[in-house]
């Protein structure tokens, strides 16, 4: 194993990292003044597109070509919502950056907003993060102290104010366009699409919606290059992914590590395998959104078209682990109930799909099981999969599905429906 | 019966208000806001919210019962949150809701009747390499057990 490139993460250990002075001491807004000083937005734009980086956020959607969409000429005002929300369950890289290291994302966001000329951000950060939102607005302060934000940066005559949002628990809010209704003060009900928000998002307006750990890496490729960034990573999926890892590991946590490493490895190599000497069973990808994977599945490069071509999803990059003598039908119940809890309910087959689907579960769980339950959750899946206004939708049935067709035998053999508690 | 807005708290508003093109866009900010000076947000607060936002009462509500975060009804001093999740359930974390259910006599929404914890159950509080982990007001702990969480319940007065 060779020693894996830190970017986004390398200075986490620092004491005094979150402090603007310890920023600037390493080379922080380097990138920024670099821009401002000797770049036009579109070069700053085209570099980004060059580097191949792509929404860490869920859809793996390049951000250069997002940024592209957004109509040129306009004279309405055009904003950025950074997605801060973090809500996917077995997600936890996006709280690590805005706590340990804010000033990065802060200069993502104002180079991210020089080339697409933005002139107002909003961090849309989940409620719970209080004191990580808290910490934000004062690295937000010091920068506008430094003369990094407000008006006239560095003299170039751009202007950039940022706003942090705290959102208060649902976790629909992350989807973009339930965001863009919770930060105009209304319930997070998704909206059709299109219009896309790059023509019309917030208050109406040009909007573009980027998650934490995308933004922060823009000023690393404009400090090092668009090259430079590819080279870390896979050619379509450049760079890093800060994976997180959680479940039946020995060593839980983040692991920043090129896009394209291999499951397997982060599993057992960085992670430390499976704890308490078990057998791996299966692994939730990246995130709980994202079909499972059972442990004969498990060597796959870890970058968005990869881990699509082995019929999951990169997600999040939060891999949830699971050791032989979990019973898969806890892992379902935890799934199914989530999603019930937390669709909106504005359309019919997500509401009921949901709640059926969370149901069946439960009479499961207690014993009651019924010959052909397994096929009632897959049709029950397949009725909610690609008929609803967002996919939060398609996120609930895709992991159903997976688990019930995988785990076909075991949910059917009425095994381990005792033990749901490990 | 809650007393009316102080001048700061109503200064604060508008400050918050002040931030966004639209007024309206301050809600959840606001909302926020009102829950910490006052514990939780009564239908007289909604009201008042509503007047210096300059939205219809029926908005404010339609929002306080979608987010789970906000309160219409008082909580314990100590708002303990158990993660339910899947990651803190591999660790152990439904185990630990009961040991809390057990050890306050109280289910899962429940308050005890001294006022001074409120449990509730809620989705991934985005600390899973923590599981099984837990918030009480707006602090995080996490690696629990049930000696730990004795400990921790202990220290609280
Ligand atoms: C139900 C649902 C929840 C989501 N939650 C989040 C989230 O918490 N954070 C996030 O960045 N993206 C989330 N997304 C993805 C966003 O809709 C959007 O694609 C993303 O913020 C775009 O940023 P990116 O291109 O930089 O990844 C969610 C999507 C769905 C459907
Ligand atoms: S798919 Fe579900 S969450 Fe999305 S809009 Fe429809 S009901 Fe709401
Ligand atoms: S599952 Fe409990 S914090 Fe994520």
Redesign the pocket.
């Known amino acids: 194993m060779t020693k894996a490139p830190q970017v986004l993460t390398e200075f986490f250990w620092l004491e005094q990292l979150p402090r603007i002075e310890a920023y600037v001491a390493r080379g922080g807004y380097e990138a920024l003044k670099k821009a401002l000083a000797q770049m036009k937005p579109d070069e700053v734009h085209d570099e980004v597109r060059k580097a191949g980086l792509r929404g860490r956020g869920g859809a793996g959607f390049p951000a250069g070509v997002k940024w592209g969409f957004i109509p040129k000429g306009t004279d309405k005002p055009k904003y950025l919502c950074v997605n801060a929300d973090e809500g996917e ?2 997600t ?1 890289k996006d709280r690590s950056i805005l706590s340990h290291d804010p000033h990065l994302l802060i200069e993502g966001i104002v180079l991210t907003s020089y080339a697409v000329g933005i002139h107002a951000a909003y961090v849309y950060i989940r409620g719970e993060y209080e004191m990580i939102a808290r910490r934000l607005e004062g690295a937000i302060d010091e920068a506008r102290r430094a003369g990094f934000l407000g008006r006239n940066i560095f003299g170039s005559g751009f202007d950039l104010e940022i706003v942090v949002h705290r959102g208060a628990g649902a976790y629909v809010c992350g989807e973009e366009t339930a965001l863009l209704e919770s930060l105009e003060g209304k319930r997070g009900n998704p909206r059709l699409k299109p219009p896309f928000p790059a023509a019309v998002g917030l208050f109406q307006c040009p909007t573009v919606i980027n998650n934490v750990e995308t933004l922060a890496n823009v000023p690393f490729i404009i400090r090092n290059g668009a090259p430079w960034f590819l080279d870390l990573g896979v050619p379509k999926d450049g760079g890093t992914r800060i994976f997180g890892v ?1 479940g039946a590991v020995a060593k839980p946590g983040l692991y920043e590590l090129p896009s394209g490493t291999s499951l397997r490895e982060i599993i057992f190599t960085h992670a430390g395998g499976i704890k308490d000497g078990r057998k791996l069973k299966a692994v939730i990808p990246g995130g709980m959104s994202s079909p499972i994977l059972r442990a004969d599945e498990i060597d796959v490069h870890m970058d968005v078209d990869s881990v699509a071509a082995a019929g999951s999803m990169l997600g999040s990059g939060g891999i949830i682990v699971i050791a032989d003598g979990t019973p898969i039908l806890q892992v379902l119940r935890k799934v199914a109930a989530f999603y019930a809890h937390e669709s909106c309910g504005q359309c019919t087959p997500c509401r009921l799909g949901t709640s059926w689907i969370h149901k069946t579960v439960e009479r499961m769980a207690a014993g009651r099981g019924q010959a052909g339950d397994v096929d009632a959750l897959l049709r029950l899946a397949a009725n909610i999969q690609g008929r609803t206004l967002c996919p939060l939708g398609d996120a609930a049935a895709m992991p159903v599905a997976a688990i019930a067709r995988k785990f076909r035998t075991e949910l059917e053999s009425g095994l381990d429906r005792a033990g749901v508690r490990p | 019966m809650s007393a009316a807005f102080s001048p700061e708290l109503i200064g604060k508003i508008e400050a918050l208000a002040g931030r966004y093109p639209v007024k309206a866009a301050s809600l959840l900010p606001v909302l926020h806001l009102v829950q910490s000076e006052r514990g939780h947000v009564s239908a007289e607060d909604e009201r008042a919210v509503a007047g210096l936002l300059g939205m219809p009462p029926v908005k404010v509500r339609e929002v306080m019962t979608f987010y789970t975060m906000f309160r219409r009804i008082p909580v314990g001093r100590y708002h303990i949150q158990v ?1 339910t ?4 359930a591999l660790a152990g ?1 439904d185990s630990l809701a009961a040991h809390l259910e057990t050890k306050l006599g109280v289910k899962l929404g429940g308050t005890t009747a001294d006022g001074k914890f409120t449990l509730t159950g809620v989705e ?5 390499e923590t ?3 837990l918030m009480i007001n707006f602090d995080y702990y996490g690696n629990l057990d049930a000696a730990r969480i004795d400990d921790l319940l202990g220290s609280l007065t």
């Open positions: 369950p077995g936890f959680s | 993660c999740n899947l990651s803190c974390g991934c509080l985005g600390a899973c599981a099984p982990c």
